[in-house]
């Protein structure tokens, strides 16, 4: 998984890709041992190699287009430092959805939905994700202790 490239963190992790051929050309689907679609050809970066988007993107962006004819995405109105080595809380919106979950600055993420946070690309990876009107558990430590929050993200006004 790629989470960055020269310096900046992608908005959703890519796969590095090493093929035993010639790079297929874009909007190939890469399948697994077992048959299984994993992932879409995105962009070569050599003559064996590339970036592909992980099939569950592939799914977020067809799920929005058919539910709606758009892809939205969930607002949480919550701070995190890009450069922090863990993925802590430092600002969190007065009235968002993480103020009414009770996220406070200092917390820091330890899950968002199904997927576990170790730091900051990890968080932007997984609010990628974050639907508005699904609640998603957020598990974070708080001091010594993990607690599990439910954080219902709404669609941002103009989006």
Known sequence: MIKQIEGK?????????????????????LINGNGVVIAVAH????????FAL???????VLDGVQGGGRVTRGWIGLKLQ?????????????????????LVPGDVLLQVGTRRVLDYADAVNAFYFLQPGVATPFRIKRGNQQITLSLLPVERAGE
């Open 9 to 29: 963190i992608l908005p959703l992790c890519l796969l590095k890709v090493e093929y035993d051929g010639e790079a297929p050309i874009p909007g190939t689907p």
């Open 43 to 50: 962009q070569a970066t050599g003559p064996r190699e590339g």
């Open 82 to 102: 890009p450069a922090a080595s863990a993925p802590q809380v430092t600002g969190v919106q007065a009235g968002s959805p993480s103020a009414k979950s009770g």
């Open 54 to 60: 992980p099939v569950e993107v592939v799914k977020r």
